[in-house]
């Protein structure tokens, strides 16, 4: 199978369509304003998205099914931890070229931007809001019009559940609209850059499908657009990258594990094996969190009985909150009747986001641990948590002179820059025992010196 690439957005290379701006010589639905784009769900995926297209001349619907949502970004504008995404969203807001609405609209394009989260009791992907969006799009559908599955999905969901909706629940066949897969792959902290900067990859259920979203794409984005030679490859591609890093998060963590029982510091040993130009290890850490690659590597088990490797990435991952509470133990002796200060709930550093973060689960865990639980049920230790970038949260959250007033531990869960600047003099001035677990390479040598007991991953 071969794959095919084209440059987009800058009109540099003849393969390349630009949509939307005007410029257009041969998009399918010509540019300045008249062709049309829904974004079906606007959260963090589809908000950027329908702001990228109305930036770039497309009239855009950006569709979302929280009444709540639309008003609040009608009153107040994107709230996104990243200003200049704020402003790009911002500008189109309440504009022609953005319009808020509820129900689905007939468009030219459909994307679909909808949570894909994965049901644990059924160990398969919950795909009922793709569903939804396809059943809702399917009565707007004309002959000609492309429908665009952006969200994270199990190969095959483009062409059989999306496409099987579609034509269940509207007036046409198959044959006669475009139906095709784009991943979205931006890092969160950096959205509005990459959502610009990334290559696609787009693979449709035919080729003419495969064309429209390309062109769509290549119109607004800088990055290469790379074509699949179906929706199922491009799907599973978008899983593979997920699940390689997963992957290789893992391997970094097992062998942090193996260091430390060596009795060698993990990450200037792995600093050194990385000078060798064919090896890259990735930071350890207490786990892996977020919103896809905790889920998506779990997508593959769906058809597949082949993920032995990949599952098992997944529960070394998984399993480090409790090798950082072994950390923790070892060091205060036990940890009833303690005061714990966990620096960092959010999944990693410098985002606000706290889904299926390592430093929830680590602090739930010890909320669970029944010695530590008290008869009347309270917590024998005392956890307290400080995150610079959270503002609510499941957990009571302390600001960092309190939260290290009288601690016997402190434990680095997520490497927010804040933290880095951190005095240790002060710090061991604050706490009342010397026990630091640094989960996140935070810490140098200067820690030890000011009289701190500093384990780390
Ligand atoms: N967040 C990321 O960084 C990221 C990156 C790459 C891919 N993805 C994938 O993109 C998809 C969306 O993720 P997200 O983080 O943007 O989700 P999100 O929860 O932030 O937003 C989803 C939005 O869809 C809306 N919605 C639900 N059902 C709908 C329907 N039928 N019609 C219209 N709107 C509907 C919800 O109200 C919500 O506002 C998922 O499949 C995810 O795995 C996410
Ligand atoms: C292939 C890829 O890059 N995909 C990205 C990923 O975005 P993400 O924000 O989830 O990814 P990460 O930044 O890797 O963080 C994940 C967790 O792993 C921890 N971590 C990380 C590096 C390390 O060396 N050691 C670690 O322990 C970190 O702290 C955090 O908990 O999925 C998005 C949705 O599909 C993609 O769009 C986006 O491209």
Request: with cysteine.
């Amino acid at each position: 199978m071969t794959t095919d690439s084209v440059k987009g957005g800058d009109g540099t290379t003849t393969d390349s369509v630009k949509g939307g701006d005007g410029t257009t010589t041969d998009s399918v639905h010509g540019g300045g304003g008249t062709t049309t784009v829904s974004v079906h769900g606007l959260g963090y995926v589809g908000l950027p998205t329908a702001a990228l297209f109305a930036n770039n001349g497309y009239t855009v619907y950006g569709v979302d099914t929280q009444p709540d949502k639309l008003e609040r970004l009608r009153t107040d504008g994107a709230d996104f931890r990243e200003a200049a995404l704020n402003d790009y969203v911002d500008r189109v807001l309440g504009t022609d070229a953005l319009h808020l609405r509820e129900h689905p609209v007939e468009s030219d394009y459909h994307l679909i931007c909808v949570p894909t989260p994965f049901d644990h009791d059924r160990e398969a992907a919950d795909l009922s809001y793709v569903r939804a969006a396809a059943e809702g799009i399917a009565p707007k559908l004309r002959p000609g019009d492309t429908v665009v599955v952006e969200s994270t999905v199990p190969p095959g969901t483009t062409a059989n559940v999306v496409g099987e909706t579609l034509e269940r629940n509207g007036d046409l066949l198959r044959e006669t609209f475009n139906l095709a897969f784009c991943p979205e792959t931006v890092l969160p902290g950096s959205i509005l850059e990459e959502l610009r900067g990334n290559d696609r990859i787009v693979g449709g259920i035919d080729d003419e499908a495969t064309a429209a979203a390309r062109d769509l794409f290549a119109g607004v984005v800088d990055g290469d657009i790379h074509t699949a030679p179906d929706a199922a490859t491009a799907e599973f591609a978008k899983l593979a990258q997920n699940t390689h890093r997963d992957a290789n998060i893992a391997i970094a963590n097992e062998l942090a594990k193996v260091a430390r029982d060596h009795g060698v510091v993990p990450r200037p040993a792995f600093d050194l094996a990385n000078e060798h130009p064919r090896v890259d290890l990735l930071h350890p850490g207490p786990g892996v969190g977020g919103h896809c690659l905790p889920v998506d590597p779990l997508y593959l088990g769906q058809h597949s009985d082949h993920v032995a490797l990949i599952e098992h990435a997944r529960a070394v991952n998984d399993g480090m909150v409790y090798y950082v509470r072994d950390l923790l133990e070892e060091g205060l002796g036990s940890l009833a009747e303690k005061r714990v200060a966990v620096f960092g709930l959010a999944y990693k550093g410098n985002v606000a986001d706290t889904r299926n973060s390592p430093a929830t689960r680590f602090v739930e865990t010890l909320g669970e641990t029944p010695e530590l639980v008290a008869t009347d049920g309270g917590n024998v230790v005392d956890v307290r948590v400080h995150d610079p970038h959270v503002a609510e949260a499941g957990v009571d959250l302390w600001s960092q002179s309190a939260a290290l007033e009288g601690a016997d531990a402190l434990v680095f869960m997520t490497d927010h820059d804040e933290f880095t600047e951190l005095d240790p003099e002060t710090v061991a001035e604050r706490m009342d025992d010397n026990v630091v677990v640094d989960a996140r390479g935070l810490t140098d040598e200067s820690w030890h010196e000011a009289g701190l007991d500093v384990r780390r991953l």
